[in-house]
């Protein structure tokens, strides 16, 4: 068994409305040392497979067809 | 005869008994509702994917949707050129679905917006607006969390070159002003149709403006069309 955790950002060139606002909230609470805040998903599948290959492989497939919309956002797997 | 619509029911849905009544008592068309396991069209003469919050518009709008059994005729009942109508989440499923082109985002500003709003009708090329004038402007109600309307620059070009953009989202006069554009679409963009002319997307809800005494019955116009073309099919 696998453990798949799956990080799902709006690409760079992507206005993220939603980290911007919490980026004001934050220079609001004083923390200017803040910069930026970009807002994504973080997912975590469990997949039984054989090799890390193919459950890599599996939760590529996983990604492309539905956790990410490639239109606007990347994905970064890590296996454990 | 008059022909038959299809209103698909998701889990969620909620303008799918505005679209049914649009169409039932207003436009005094057929229509029968599909649920989102039916997988027969047969006997449908044109398709509606309306509005609401299918599965609960979990991960992203419209693609939980996008791969329910339904839609996977859908797909093969709009690639044969069979019409098809995706109104608010419905556009938002299109886009999932690869029918349409580009993806939608949260509104710039955050705020979920139901306002009425005014389109111009930028192309009366299409089965959906050939009753339209060209510039013509409507006021039609809004009202969604995510529909600000996002493709990359070359997308953009190739929709603009192969006259795909129905409606913009404009002022009272028809002005492209930055305040009409509430939502932060890419090129104040409301409305495309798919290459082959067969497919519309919008956010805002035509079927919602159907009667004068709910306010505005811009909304007709685009139904009319699409019995106008229907009949001489």
Sequence with gaps: ?80 | MMPTFGVIVFPGSNCDHDAYHAMKHVMNAEVRFLWHKDTDLSGIDFLIVPGGFSYGDYLRSGAIARFSPIMQEVIKYAEKGGPVMGICNGFQILLESGLLPGSMMHNQKLRFVCKNVYLRCESTDSLFTNSLDKGQVFDIPVSHGEGNYFIEDDGLKSLHDNDQVLFRYCNEDGELTEEANFNGSVDHIAGICNTGRNVLGMMPHPERAMEGILGSEDGKPIFESILNALSVA
């Design chain 1, 1 to 80: 068994m696998y453990k798949a955790k799956v990080n799902v950002t709006l690409r760079p060139s992507i206005l993220d409305p939603k980290g911007k606002a919490t980026h004001h909230a934050l220079q609001n609470l004083g923390l200017d040392e803040v910069e930026q805040v970009r807002i994504g998903k973080f997912i975590e599948l469990d997949v039984n497979a054989n090799d890390e290959e193919s459950a890599r492989a599996v939760v590529e497939a996983a990604c492309s067809k539905l956790l990410a919309n490639e239109v606007m956002e990347d994905f970064e797997i890590e296996l454990e």
